[in-house]
């Protein structure tokens, strides 16, 4: 399987150092992005082959990320 880029939008760090890490030691590149906004500007700046994405975020609910 080709690697991944995978963006990963998550506040919580320790969630995101886990997923860091997991998804480079298997060949993956990751972007992290800590708020919706954020994530947006990464993808739309990017293009991440995939999207993992917390629905709580603390400025957008995900759904409305979704959305947008």
């Known amino acids: 399987m ?3 880029h995978v963006l ?3 506040p919580d760090e320790a ?3 886990f997923m860091r890490k997991a998804l480079e030691e298997s060949g993956h ?4 992005a800590a708020t919706a906004i954020e994530g ?3 993808a739309g700046r990017e293009r991440p082959d ?3 994405l917390e629905l709580d975020l603390p400025d957008l609910d995900g759904l409305e990320t979704i959305r947008r």
């Open 50 to 52: 995939v999207i993992l």
């Open 40 to 42: 947006l500007q990464a």
């Open 15 to 17: 969630t995101a150092t």
């Open 8 to 10: 990963h939008i998550e």
């Open 2 to 4: 080709a690697p991944f």
């Open 29 to 32: 590149r990751l972007t992290h």
